[in-house]
C-alpha cells in the first residue's frame, strides 16, 4: 500500500469536492491509530459529511485551507475511492435513488452520493421516500 488518497475536511460554505468518507464505504484504514487521531484532532466522525476523500492525483481539488491527510489504500479500495469521485449523471443518481424504494440495504451511503451529485435534499425525499429528518440526519453524522 502506499498514499493512494486522501481525506481532508471541507471548510464550511464549500460546494461539495471529492467524495464523503462515509459514501466509499468501509476503508481498512479508517480505524487506523492515525485516521481516528486526525478526526478526533479536528473533532469529527468520518461519518461526516464534511469529511471528504480524493484519489492520489486529485490534490489541485482540495481548498488550500483544508486539512489534509494522505491515506493508503488497497488495489480495490482506490477503485472504490475513484468511482465514488468520478461525477455521475443526474438522472443515472436520481434513478438510483428511485429504485432505493425496492430495498432498504445502505441507504446512508446512497445519500451521501446523491449529495455529491448535486441533488438536494428535498429531491431525495421525494425520489426515495425516505422522511427527509433522516436525510437530514444522515447529512449530520
Known sequence: ???????FLLPERH???G??????GDLECAESPAVRGWLQAHGTAGSSERVRIVPAGSEVLIPEDAERLPIPLSEEETLRVEHACAPAS???M???????????????????RA???????????????????????????
Open 90 to 92: 443526474l438522472t443515472d
Open 19 to 24: 467524495a464523503a468518507l462515509s459514501a466509499v
Open 115 to 141: 449529495l455529491t451529485a448535486g441533488i438536494p435534499e428535498p429531491r431525495i425525499a421525494q425520489l426515495t421516500g425516505l422522511d427527509p429528518q433522516d436525510i437530514v440526519q444522515a447529512v449530520g453524522e
Open 1 to 7: 500500500m502506499a498514499d493512494d488518497a486522501l481525506l
Open 94 to 112: 436520481e434513478s438510483e435513488l428511485l429504485s432505493f424504494r425496492d430495498t432498504t440495504q445502505d441507504w446512508q451511503s446512497l445519500v451521501h
Open 15 to 17: 460546494p461539495r469536492l
